[in-house]
């Protein structure tokens, strides 16, 4: 897997987020992120609605909040 801002070495992470585990791939070089959700929406954008639908707004800005 290869960053696609600066085609760095990407390393595999799993993290735990509030008693949730979220995969994700870090840039070792530039440390650009990309998410289940990113690879979900290039692949299957409509599994994506469904998955945040199902989540409460909250949830999701703190999600987001933790990512940025
Ligand atoms: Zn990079």
Excluded at 5 to 17: I, K
Excluded at 30 to 38: A, E, F, R, T
Aim: hydrophobic share 35%.
């Amino acid at each position: 897997m290869k960053c696609e801002r600066c085609l760095g070495p990407m390393v595999y992470e799993r993290v735990l987020y509030q008693g949730r585990i979220y995969d994700m791939w870090k840039c070792l070089m530039c440390g650009d992120v990309i998410d289940w959700i990113i690879l979900l929406n290039r692949t299957h954008p409509s599994l994506v609605e469904e998955a945040l639908k199902k989540k409460s707004e909250e949830t999701f800005q703190e999600e987001i909040h933790h990512c940025a």
